[in-house]
């Protein structure tokens, strides 16, 4: 009887500390009220202009200027939308082609040249790199309507005005999207993959190709999007650089304020019209985006 009230007592001490060692869990690592309560307000702040744009684009040109305004949108969007289809001035349908081609060679462009330059200066060890990096960032300080007069005469001497290379040639690489693969990239692939890569005899690349563009999948996705979106809203050069003939779509949008009388119901049934493209690639490569990042900070 003793050795069995023995035992117990023997193993008191283990217990505990296999009890200490057991993972606790920890207070206050769930967000709070407060957190939530900041989110929603972010999330109305952020929503509410594409409602006030509703709101006026549903109406008609006296709805801005009525005092006693709804807040309950009106019927006459689609009418509105129409309008600004069927106007022969704004040509929407070859505004919208011509904002898609160009925002989608603008970003596949960016993401390809940019993780090429990132992955070189990021794993290739050459000599000057951190100071021609430096370079290259220094740039971003440029503002670029310092450079649009020479632009403008280098296209005009190539015969590219009113074209839509002249807005994708100088937006095929940026200097944020270098500096962002750079930093990307130094963290996310280990030199030791390199150096395998290079003994089974891969050449720089091909290293490239099968090491460094899929580590870069979640950040080039990222890039990707900001700069479809960059370049989708770009309004100053192509404005320039366009005829209005073959405009892009906010190019084509401001036709609808050149008159003496400007409707804005119109104008805003109108800028919804060139954000429905933008919602709705959010809503199809949102999960992939955050899925991607989730990855990569996983493998990382």
Wanted: with cysteine; net charge positive; proline share 6%.
């Amino acid at each position: 009887m003793s050795v069995l009230t023995e035992r117990p007592a023997a193993a008191e001490p283990e217990a505990r500390s296999a009890a200490r060692k057991r993972p606790r869990h920890v207070k206050g690592t769930r967000p709070g009220w407060f957190v939530y309560a900041c989110l929603g307000v972010v999330m109305l702040a952020s929503v509410f202009p594409f409602y006030w744009s509703l709101l006026i684009g549903s109406g008609d040109s006296s709805t801005i200027r009525d005092p006693n305004m709804s807040w309950i949108p009106g019927g006459n969007f689609f009418a509105n939308a129409a309008k600004v289809i069927n106007d022969p001035a704004v040509n929407f349908w070859v505004a919208l082609w011509n904002s898609i081609v160009s925002s989608g060679l603008i970003a596949l462009s960016v993401v390809f040249f940019s993780t090429l330059a990132g992955w070189a200066f990021a794993k290739l060890k050459f000599k000057g790199s951190n100071v021609l990096l430096v370079f290259v960032i220094a740039t971003m300080a440029v503002p670029m309507q310092l450079g649009v007069v020479p632009l403008y005469i280098l296209f005009s001497d190539l015969g590219w005005t009113g074209q839509l290379g002249a807005i994708i040639v100088p937006a095929l690489v940026s200097a944020f999207g270098v500096f962002w693969m750079t930093q990307y990239l130094r963290q996310a692939v280990p030199d030791e993959l390199i150096e395998a890569a290079r003994v089974d005899g891969a050449s720089s690349f091909r290293t490239f190709l099968t090491v460094g563009l899929p580590a870069a999948r979640p950040a080039a996705a990222m890039l990707a999007l900001f700069t479809f979106v960059s370049a989708w809203n770009n309004f100053f050069w192509p404005f320039i650089v366009l005829d209005r003939q073959n405009p892009t779509l906010p190019v084509a949008l401001s036709l609808l304020q050149s008159n003496y009388f400007v409707d804005y119901s119109i104008v805003l049934a109108g800028v919804l019209l060139a954000t429905v493209p933008l919602l709705i690639l959010f809503v199809f490569a949102g999960k992939q985006l955050v899925s991607g990042i989730m990855q990569g900070a996983v493998k990382g």
